[in-house]
């Protein structure tokens, strides 16, 4: 018996053909898209002065600025994981009524302008808010206008980008192993320590990577919550800010710094976020 003819895969379209039917009416106001996204950009490095770049990095107002915002963002990063990473896990493997409402409420923040944050900040934390006015009388505790009321601005506006990375990845794991190391008799502690960290741990370092970058960049709640104080409230954002009235070159030179984290921290997630199959 002759055996049946296998049918043969069709064979793959030449590029050149593909991309001869681009429809130019995408790609026109694509490449404008690109070119108003990267012209800004470009400019910021034409117009740096490279040639003294080096001394203005090494001037004290600068470095001041950005030991200040390193700190700041660092500390309040880690005040978002300890806050955040349960605050994730409970999102996302706790059915409680009003669920949705408070996945809203967590992410109001990443669109609300940062000033009314910063009002509402004021507002609450200040020394006649409604938590802050106990914080004074009972501990003598002051947060705005103070470096402690930056790193609390930075978290208010950071911590959303870290719960919504952790309760991805949260969601997407996979859960039969929390279930078997369950039947094992692990504590509920025990499997979130061993099993459920580990298996999100990509997710935790990547929502910890931009909610430092966000945190680095704030500017509007800081400059509401926590004024514009050298060596204590004045971040890199802020030193950019005052020196475009005064000095545009050093505004210049902080932009380029910020820019630089910028990269790097792009640099360091393109394989989770910008990277394309």
Do not use: K
């Not at 409680?96 to 609450?124: E, H, I, M, Q, Y």
């Not at 960290?197 to 960049?217: E, I, K, Q, S, T």
């Amino acid at each position: 018996m002759s055996s049946p003819v296998q049918e043969q895969p069709a064979p793959a379209r030449p590029r050149r053909e593909v991309s001869a039917r681009l429809p130019w009416m995408l790609v026109v106001p694509a490449l404008a898209g690109l070119a108003f996204l990267v012209l800004p950009l470009a400019g910021l490095l034409v117009r740096a002065p490279w040639s003294t770049l080096p001394q203005r990095l090494a001037e004290p107002h600068v470095l001041e600025a950005l030991r200040l915002s390193l700190v700041t963002a660092t500390v309040a990063t880690a005040a978002c994981l300890l806050l955040g990473v349960p605050l994730a896990w409970l999102l996302a493997r706790v059915e409680f009524p009003g669920r949705r409402v408070v996945r809203a409420l967590v992410t109001v923040p990443l669109v609300l302008p940062p000033v009314v944050g910063g009002v509402a900040l004021l507002l609450v934390l200040g020394r006649r808010g409604l938590a802050g006015q106990w914080l004074e009388s009972s501990f003598g505790i002051t947060l705005p206008f103070t470096t402690a009321g930056v790193v609390v601005a930075e978290a208010f506006v950071a911590m959303p980008f870290l719960v919504i990375s952790v309760e991805g990845a949260l969601r997407g794991a996979d859960q039969r192993f929390e279930e078997a190391a369950a039947t094992l008799g692990a504590s509920r502690w025990t499997v979130f320590r061993r099993v459920t960290l580990p298996m999100v741990m990509p997710g935790v370092v990547a929502g910890a990577v931009l909610c430092w970058a966000r945190a680095l960049g704030e500017f509007g709640a800081t400059i509401t919550f926590a004024g514009n104080f050298p060596g204590t409230t004045r971040t890199m954002p802020l030193a950019v800010y005052l020196a475009l009235e005064t000095d545009p070159e050093a505004a210049i030179v902080l932009s380029l710094v910020l820019l630089a984290v910028s990269v790097v921290i792009l640099a360091s997630l393109r394989d989770r976020w910008v990277s394309a199959p």
